[in-house]
């Protein structure tokens, strides 16, 4: 059964930092890609940054230069650092694993965990 676990979310003032972490439990397969999303009510789902099995990351054009995606396979372990955080970066922020070869809603998502900027 696979799992995913988001935490690191919270309140922070603009131009603060904050770091999401994803652990990840009950994958077996290598060929995977990982990502950040985030979404506000009422609002479409935004992705923010992912990550593939050989490291190459991909940002939104909102977040260059701020967010950094990172993962640790030793620790099962996807991260998102934020920095310079805005108000308009307020929003549920969600984690994601799918084949690389497939669409995001064909895998697996946490359960998101808030992030507040004023």
């Known amino acids: 059964h696979v799992q995913l676990v988001e935490s690191g979310g919270g309140s922070v003032q603009a131009g603060g930092s904050l770091r999401l972490s994803c652990a990840v439990s009950g994958y077996t397969y290598n060929t995977y890609c990982m990502g950040w999303f985030r979404q506000v009510p009422g609002k479409a789902r935004e992705g923010v940054a992912t990550?593939?099995?050989?490291?190459?990351?991909t940002y939104a054009d909102s977040v260059k230069g701020r967010f950094t995606i990172s993962k640790d396979n030793a620790k099962n372990t996807l991260y998102l650092q934020m920095n310079s955080l805005k108000p308009e970066d307020t929003a549920m922020y969600y984690c994601a694993l799918r084949v690389c070869t497939l669409d995001w809603d064909t895998g697996y998502w946490g359960q998101g965990t808030q992030v507040t900027v004023s």
């Open positions: 990550i593939d099995r050989n490291r190459r990351s």
